[in-house]
């Protein structure tokens, strides 16, 4: 679907073409009618490039990444969490071309160009790409919640199921943003290069500076948290070995005891007294209560 969302004015002498969902043929004739190179014009309807940026024959091409609205629970991949934009734009005109339907765009529209506050495309770049960034904004907030949600379950519960499944998932997701958004700082010092006294491009500046330290915080302390997780797991499986080799201590000796007097020898002396059976639970019960006091008097049982 194609949308003229500006013509040139005096306030803004430029041509602003929104496409949505495009095909071959649409981008073919776009392609014709504003002197695009061909091969970038391909990259449009590949969904799964990175960010960008180049120059064909006086026109800037990028492309950015934003973050898509609705991704399955466990998506962790670039193109499933995001989804691309492609910008042409020239000192005349500015062509912005997705898959994904972007509300923010008719919000620049209605809240900027409506208004006369945009004067040229590179000032409809930049908002384009602040944009871009805020809708990572969320989700970020979203993954540091979880993070505190697993720290606390891992601390305060015994038993979390799927926990380093989950951490899993959250970990790739916080690397994948980040990927992005390292790749986005090329294209926002290549495409205002040389632009000075822009409004917007300190604030496109500090959230992205905001949102790298946010991401990178988050896949640190998913990296952390599994690190612990797993050393914790570790160590309660020790405890039980721990406890399985106390038992198998104290009942060795009483197996090896019951073993000999289990063979039922015609010669054996202490099977015909009278006192051999309580004589041999005794020893049973000695050697019992000499390793109870020794594993106790070596810290080895907790009082």
């Known amino acids: ?18 496409i949505t969902q495009p ?17 970038t014009v391909r990259d449009c309807l590949e969904p799964d490039h990175l960010p960008k940026f180049e120059i064909y024959n006086s026109t800037n091409f990028l492309i950015a990444r934003a973050y898509a609205p609705k991704t399955p629970k466990n998506s962790h991949s670039i193109q499933e969490l995001t989804s691309k934009i492609a910008i042409f734009y020239n000192h005349n005109f500015i062509i912005t071309i997705h898959r994904q339907a ?4 008719d919000n620049i529209k209605e ?67 980040k990927k992005v958004l390292h790749l986005t700082t090329d294209v926002i010092s290549r495409s205002h290069l040389g632009v000075q006294n822009n409004p917007f491009m300190q604030d496109l500046n500090d959230l992205h500076l905001k949102l790298l330290t946010q991401y990178d915080q988050i896949q640190e302390d998913a990296n952390n948290l599994l690190s612990v997780y797993i050393s914790l797991s570790s160590q309660k499986t020790n405890e039980t070995m721990k406890i399985l080799t106390i038992f198998s201590v104290f009942f060795m000796p009483l197996t090896f005891i019951v073993g000999i007097y289990g063979m039922n020898f015609d010669f054996m002396p202490e099977l015909r007294q009278k006192w051999g059976y309580p004589a041999v639970l005794l020893l049973m019960v000695g050697v019992t209560a000499f390793i109870y006091f020794w594993f106790k008097r070596n810290k080895l049982i907790k009082k």
Not at 23 to 39: P, S
């Open 111 to 177: 809240q900027y160009l409506d208004k006369n506050v945009f004067h040229s495309p590179q000032d409809l770049v930049t908002n384009i790409l602040w944009n871009s960034l805020h809708t990572y904004e969320v989700p970020a907030i979203d993954l540091i919640s979880r993070i505190e949600f697993y720290e606390d379950e891992i601390f305060l519960k015994t038993q979390v199921p799927n926990l380093q499944r989950s951490l899993y998932f959250l970990k790739r997701k916080a690397a994948a943003c």
């Open 23 to 39: 095909d071959a043929a649409e981008l073919d004739l776009i392609a014709r009618e504003y002197k695009l190179n061909q091969y």
């Open 102 to 105: 972007w509300p923010f765009i």
């Open 1 to 18: 679907m194609k949308k003229i969302l500006a013509t040139p004015t005096s306030e803004a002498p430029f041509t602003w073409l929104d």
